[in-house]
């Protein structure tokens, strides 16, 4: 991590910051990190946003709700930290002159801000796997054009980013998503049926924030990750694999015309990827655990099982048919695990109700092609509604 670097993390509270601020304060204390917080963002949290902002002595930050602007000036009283509340306040974080900016905040509810640091021309972290299936070519286009990097912190696509030859895209003829399969791997449908929250998101190899945990049961995780590497490597969705990966060793890999296969592996630690983009293309140490071969002793494969989990055939026919039927899913699916965690809806309807939408949404328009950020916006606000129409009804009956 050479030089002064100016770092913002979007999200800071969650399980991704967490491990961001992990990494560089590891980075620190041995001599490898010469970073500034310039500016750090959370929902609710104040209290743990305040003691971050403390602890790393961030020039600026946010709070998204508005309600909670005076209690986060009240725990900073006293400290050179600006601060601001509402969506305006994470976007002007978004904004503040920073070289890299983790995008972690969970869901298309990232969008905005990420756009915002991409547009300012910042390396762009991207954890955020949402805005991508939201806006795709709008915010690649983004990064692109500011001249920015895009640095994907997703596992998989961090593999992948690792090992594909940029120079020579043609040359390669499958990228090989892994998955672990989730908590519910070998579940028949009739035990899902009566899943609850509570087992949902206990993954079995990852440690991660509730909605994910969920997404990586339904393996709508690996759908939003099939369209989401899209966006990210210039290869046709038909030519990227989901293969079901238990031990979460191989975080993916890509094969090339003459049959060579390139893997990434490593320990189930989320902190790996990201110190891979904190300094790419340099490397630098992080605090995971080193994989130990002999104890994992064995790797093994199969294939998912679409049955099982409509999510990943709903999300192939989701970027097949494109237009503004990534966006819908992405929102139909936020809706319904928000009440699937509240206790409202049951652990199957989340892939039902996200089904209903992509029919509803095909339907009633045919997919509208999208470009601007205002079609990226009406495509996630008209699926809401309708994702909440179809969870009232579940509610009613
Ligand atoms: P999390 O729920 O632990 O944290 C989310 C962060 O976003 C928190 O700081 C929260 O305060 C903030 N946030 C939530 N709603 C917001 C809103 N409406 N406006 C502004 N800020 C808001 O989630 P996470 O597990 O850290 O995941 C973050 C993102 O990274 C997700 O998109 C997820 O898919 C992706 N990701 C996570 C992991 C992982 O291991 N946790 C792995 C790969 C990708
Ligand atoms: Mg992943």
């Given at each position: 991590m050479a030089g002064m670097r100016k770092i913002t993390i979007l999200g800071s509270t969650g399980s991704i910051g967490d491990s961001t601020l992990s990494v560089l304060e590891f980075a620190a204390r041995n001599g490898e990190a010469n970073f500034e917080i310039e500016a750090l963002t959370a929902?609710?949290?104040?209290?743990?946003?305040?003691?971050?902002?403390?602890?790393?002595?961030?020039?600026?930050?946010?709070?998204?709700?508005?309600?909670?602007?005076?209690?986060?000036?009240?725990?900073?009283?006293?400290?050179?930290?600006?601060?601001g509340a509402g969506a305006a306040a994470v976007e002007a974080a978004a904004e503040r002159d920073a070289d890299y900016v983790m995008a972690a905040i969970v869901g298309a509810a990232g969008l905005k801000p990420t756009l915002k640091a991409a547009q300012r021309g910042a390396d762009i972290a991207l954890a955020n796997k949402e805005c991508l299936v939201c806006a795709g070519d709008i915010v690649t286009a983004a990064i692109r054009e500011a001249g920015g990097r895009l640095l994907p912190v997703d596992s998989e696509h961090n593999a992948i980013f690792q090992v594909f030859d940029f120079e020579r895209p043609e040359r390669v003829t499958r990228l090989i998503l892994t998955?672990?399969?989730?908590?519910?791997?070998?579940?028949?449908?009739?035990?899902?049926?009566?899943?609850?929250?509570?087992?949902?998101?206990?993954?079995?190899?990852?440690?991660?924030?509730?909605?994910?945990?969920?997404?990586?049961?339904?393996?709508?995780?690996?759908?939003?990750?099939?369209?989401e590497a899209t966006y990210i490597f210039p290869i046709p969705h038909d030519q990227i694999e989901i293969l079901v990966h238990p031990q979460s060793v191989i975080h993916s890999m890509v094969e090339y015309v003459d049959g060579s296969v390139l893997a990434q592996l490593g320990t189930p630690d989320m902190r790996t990827p990201i110190a891979t983009t904190l300094a790419w293309p340099d490397r630098a140490p992080s605090p995971s655990a080193k994989l130990n071969f002999a104890e994992v002793a064995k790797l093994t494969f199969e294939a998912p099982d679409l049955e099982r989990f409509p999510a990943l055939r709903l999300a192939r026919e989701a970027i097949k048919a494109g237009g503004i039927m990534p966006?819908?899913?992405?929102?139909?699916?936020?809706?319904?695990?928000?009440?699937?965690?509240?206790?409202?809806?049951?652990?199957?309807?989340?892939?039902?109700?996200?089904e209903q939408v992509l029919d509803g949404v095909g339907k009633g328009n045919g997919p509208a092609a999208l470009t601007t950020?205002?079609?990226?916006?009406?495509?996630?606000?008209?699926?809401?509604?309708?994702a909440e129409q179809a969870v009232a009804a579940r509610a009613a009956a």
């Amino acid at each position: 991590m050479a030089g002064m670097r100016k770092i913002t993390i979007l999200g800071s509270t969650g399980s991704i910051g967490d491990s961001t601020l992990s990494v560089l304060e590891f980075a620190a204390r041995n001599g490898e990190a010469n970073f500034e917080i310039e500016a750090l963002t959370a929902n609710t949290n104040v209290e743990k946003l305040a003691e971050q902002a403390r602890k790393f002595n961030a020039k600026f930050v946010a709070i998204a709700d508005e309600t909670l602007g005076d209690d986060l000036k009240a725990a900073l009283v006293g400290l050179d930290i600006e601060s601001g509340a509402g969506a305006a306040a994470v976007e002007a974080a978004a904004e503040r002159d920073a070289d890299y900016v983790m995008a972690a905040i969970v869901g298309a509810a990232g969008l905005k801000p990420t756009l915002k640091a991409a547009q300012r021309g910042a390396d762009i972290a991207l954890a955020n796997k949402e805005c991508l299936v939201c806006a795709g070519d709008i915010v690649t286009a983004a990064i692109r054009e500011a001249g920015g990097r895009l640095l994907p912190v997703d596992s998989e696509h961090n593999a992948i980013f690792q090992v594909f030859d940029f120079e020579r895209p043609e040359r390669v003829t499958r990228l090989i998503l892994t998955a672990s399969g989730g908590p519910f791997r070998t579940w028949t449908t009739e035990e899902m049926s009566v899943a609850t929250p509570a087992q949902a998101v206990a993954h079995p190899n990852w440690s991660m924030g509730a909605k994910i945990s969920v997404d990586s049961a339904t393996l709508m995780n690996k759908g939003l990750e099939l369209i989401e590497a899209t966006y990210i490597f210039p290869i046709p969705h038909d030519q990227i694999e989901i293969l079901v990966h238990p031990q979460s060793v191989i975080h993916s890999m890509v094969e090339y015309v003459d049959g060579s296969v390139l893997a990434q592996l490593g320990t189930p630690d989320m902190r790996t990827p990201i110190a891979t983009t904190l300094a790419w293309p340099d490397r630098a140490p992080s605090p995971s655990a080193k994989l130990n071969f002999a104890e994992v002793a064995k790797l093994t494969f199969e294939a998912p099982d679409l049955e099982r989990f409509p999510a990943l055939r709903l999300a192939r026919e989701a970027i097949k048919a494109g237009g503004i039927m990534p966006a819908s899913l992405n929102a139909a699916n936020e809706i319904a695990v928000a009440s699937f965690l509240a206790g409202g809806i049951k652990f199957l309807d989340i892939a039902a109700i996200s089904e209903q939408v992509l029919d509803g949404v095909g339907k009633g328009n045919g997919p509208a092609a999208l470009t601007t950020l205002e079609e990226a916006v009406a495509a996630d606000r008209q699926a809401r509604r309708l994702a909440e129409q179809a969870v009232a009804a579940r509610a009613a009956a």
